[in-house]
């Protein structure tokens, strides 16, 4: 506190002792000074926009800036929209949002240089992104699900002429149950080798997380190329023998094996093609004669002497004849076409072809084999793979199969309690229901009405109706009977008051 208290005073003390000038001008550089200070610090609070998707729809874009926009977050779009990058900041949560909507980027993240950073970290961060960039490329591959790739790259220097060459390593994880051989480890290298400037593919080291090794000579790659077109054509030729002795002999009753001697051979070949309608002049020579002579005129009638042989006049009757010779020599030169072609077509030197025959499956009611079993299967073999007489080879021999050792019995597999548990409280559930149904049943029957007193009360119900119906038919007559009726009941009520008296 003393130190900021006695830079203050010094300050003032400054500038009380400054003049105008200097003090316009201490003014101008504080100025300036906090500008800097606050630029600066605007600037790093400025967002580091990353890609978040490329490649995008229209459509699919319109759903990412709506659900960034709802989740309040910034964005830029790029490419005519079909780019959209976000804040680093907020890089996660913008890729939940789109991942939601199905959509994401599979492309590197990559990370972004300034003109202010120092040369060095530059350098890093450009072979950063390179590494991931080649970590994405390879992890297109089929056979590989993941890849890790990391890359030498010496620091080129003013003063030093030779230096280290680039090297790379590459880690990949191969797919279960997928095919990988030096093949597609040589394309590898290749690619990582025309990414970096320098590589070569004998600097590229390949390995996989199961530690196996594997070459990148194209030499190599080459080999392992022809050496799985043999075995293609081998396996391709042994099936179709087979197909066919199946039909034949019935399943599993032959084997077939074919072995295959390919070469492949590298060179060019070159053909010319000449077209005689197409023609042209390339040289053109004309030698022209001029001679000069005499020549007699026929005097007299024809057939006269004077104008025969040697009695003709040589002196009378001659006028002189100038006569002139052209010679045209002409040269043509023909139309012609010459095509080079790469030779690398692979060529069949010889082929054997072993055929077993379960001898079982050809005996006859003696237990011998037909002589002309082998001919038979032979002339299928030949017409099958093409053996070409003189050349290739086949082997047919008939033998009893030996019955494959039985498989071992399958271990029991533990019985699942938990399933069983909860089948039988599901059970137990279902009887006690079906119980309870049964005796609310019962009790329902017992509170149901007897079917006999039901019957009675519409039978007097009957009754009462038939009654009335003769009452209204006879009145007088009920009128009688209910008087008779009454005096019945006085006489009974007055015998017991004279027993008393």
């Known amino acids: 506190m003393q130190t900021l208290k006695s830079f203050l005073d010094q300050s003032l003390l400054i500038w009380k002792d400054s003049t105008a000038a200097a003090r316009f001008g201490i003014a101008l550089l504080l100025v300036i000074c906090v500008g800097a200070i606050l630029g600066i610090g605007v600037w790093s609070y400025q967002p580091n926009y990353v890609v978040l998707a490329s490649d995008l729809a229209p459509d699919k874009a319109a759903k990412v800036i709506d659900s960034l926009e709802s989740a309040n977050i910034a964005y830029q779009v790029k490419g005519s929209g079909s780019i959209i990058l976000v804040d680093s900041r907020k890089w996660s949560r913008a890729q939940i949002a789109a991942g939601k909507l199905g959509i994401g980027d599979t492309a590197a993240e990559l990370e972004d240089v300034t003109p202010w950073m120092d040369p060095l970290n530059q350098q890093n961060i450009f072979r950063r992104n390179l590494e991931r960039q080649l970590e994405d490329s390879i992890s297109r591959f089929k056979s590989i699900s993941m890849a890790d790739v990391h890359l030498s790259i010496p620091e080129k220097q003013a003063f030093i002429r030779q230096s280290s060459e680039p090297s790379a390593a590459v880690m990949i994880e191969i797919v279960a149950g997928s095919k990988f ?248 559930l279902g009887i006690a229901a079906i119980v309870a149904l049964v005796i609310a049943m019962k009790v329902l029957k017992k509170i149901q009405p007897d079917p006999v007193t039901g019957q009675e009360i519409v039978s007097k119900s009957d009754q009462a109706d038939q009654l009335g119906e003769l009452v209204r038919q006879n009145p007088e007559v009920f009128s009688k009977i209910i008087a008779s009726w009454s005096s019945q009941a006085g006489d009974a009520d007055e015998q017991p008051s004279s027993k008393a008296a």
């Open 181 to 428: 051989g030096e093949s597609q480890a040589s394309a590898i290298a290749s690619l990582v080798a025309n990414a970096v400037a320098g590589l070569s593919t004998q600097h590229v080291s390949i390995t996989d997380s199961a530690g196996n090794e594997y070459a990148t000579d194209a030499s190599l790659g080459r080999l392992s190329k022809q050496e799985e077109y043999r075995m293609t054509r081998e396996r391709e030729l042994s099936q179709k023998a087979e197909r066919i002795l199946t039909r034949f002999l019935g399943f599993g009753n032959a084997s077939v094996a074919v072995t295959t001697d390919y070469t492949f051979p590298e060179g060019t070949t070159t053909t010319t093609e000449f077209d005689p309608e197409k023609k042209v002049v390339v040289d053109e020579t004309i030698k022209s004669t001029t001679s000069t002579g005499q020549n007699a005129s026929a005097t007299g009638t024809a057939g006269t002497a004077s104008n025969v042989g040697g009695t003709a006049s040589s002196s009378a009757g001659k006028k002189t004849v100038l006569s002139k010779t052209e010679d045209l020599t002409s040269k043509y030169e023909v139309s012609k076409t010459q095509r080079t072609e790469s030779v690398n077509t692979p060529v069949l030197n010889m082929m054997t072809v072993s055929v077993l025959v379960n001898s079982k499956s050809v005996e006859d009611e003696a237990q011998a084999i037909p002589p002309q079993m082998k001919d038979q299967v032979e002339a299928l073999i030949r017409q099958a793979v093409g053996l070409r007489e003189g050349r290739d080879q086949i082997t047919v021999e008939f033998f009893e199969f030996v019955d494959p050792l039985p498989l071992a019995d399958p271990v029991a597999a533990p019985l699942p309690w938990e399933q069983i548990n909860s089948v039988l409280k599901n059970l137990s």
